[in-house]
């Protein structure tokens, strides 16, 4: 399996900043994922992030909002650009692989957001 | 759009059997039919997968149809631990979630 460690698991920013959230995994992984978890809501996809190449968005989600690094198999950075109150979310990294079950995925704890 | 439809809530009580049916009438030759828990402030926790007819672990088990367009997953005497939101996701690629069903038990 693979254990996830997201930083910070919760902040409270000010609307017009940028936050930064860090995913570390604890082994390498070709293919990692960003979540987003409004209140009550269900997840939806961000983006995926490879190694080595572009994040790769799903509709509703531009780079210069949420820019997105990869700088190794292990490790990636969401940020949350020029927040407004409607950015506070849960976001959630994820990742497939390492199971016995090889499509499984695991998921952070979270970085659970509130813009003011 | 997400590719599954599940009930939005369910009430149960402890020690009956859950089952929670899952609509995928699209569903791709190369999906795997996924299961996923969540409880509040965690992130989702796999569950099952399945690809065809049943399969069974420690926790839950999952029928499938020959057909695949849908899936049920059966939870055995339930307890108040497992009250939580359920996923059901077709699995090929990326994850893409629906709504899921929250499930309440209660004493």
């Known amino acids: 399996s693979a254990v996830i460690s997201q930083k910070p698991s919760r902040d409270i920013c000010q609307r017009g900043t940028s936050l930064t959230i860090q995913c570390q995994v604890d082994?390498?992984?070709?293919?990692m994922f960003w979540y987003r978890q409004q209140p009550g809501q269900s997840l939806t996809l961000i983006a995926t992030?490879?190694?080595?190449?572009?994040?790769?968005?799903e509709s509703g989600f531009v780079i210069d909002k949420f820019p997105i690094s990869r700088p190794n198999l292990t490790f990636s950075t969401l940020t949350v650009s020029n927040m407004s109150p409607e950015d506070s979310s849960i976001y959630l990294c994820?990742?497939?692989?390492?199971?016995?079950?090889?499509?499984?995925?695991?998921f952070g704890q979270g970085t659970r957001l509130t813009v003011v | 759009l997400a590719k599954t439809t599940q009930p939005i809530s369910m009430d149960s009580y402890e020690g009956q059997e859950v089952n929670i049916t899952c609509s995928h009438n699209n569903i791709a030759t190369n999906d795997y039919i996924t299961w996923y828990q969540q409880f509040p402030s965690q992130g989702p926790r796999f569950i099952i997968q399945g690809y065809k007819t049943k399969v069974t672990n420690e926790v839950a088990s999952l029928f499938i149809p020959a057909d695949r367009k849908s899936s049920t997953l059966s939870l055995p005497r339930v307890s108040l631990s497992d009250t939580a939101v359920y996923y059901c996701l077709l699995q090929g690629g990326k994850l893409i979630f629906g709504q899921g069903t929250e499930l309440s038990v209660k004493p």
């Open positions: 992030a490879n190694q080595g190449s572009e994040a790769t968005y």
């Open positions: 994820s990742v497939e692989g390492g199971g016995v079950r090889n499509t499984e995925a695991f």
């Open positions: 082994s390498q992984v070709t293919m």
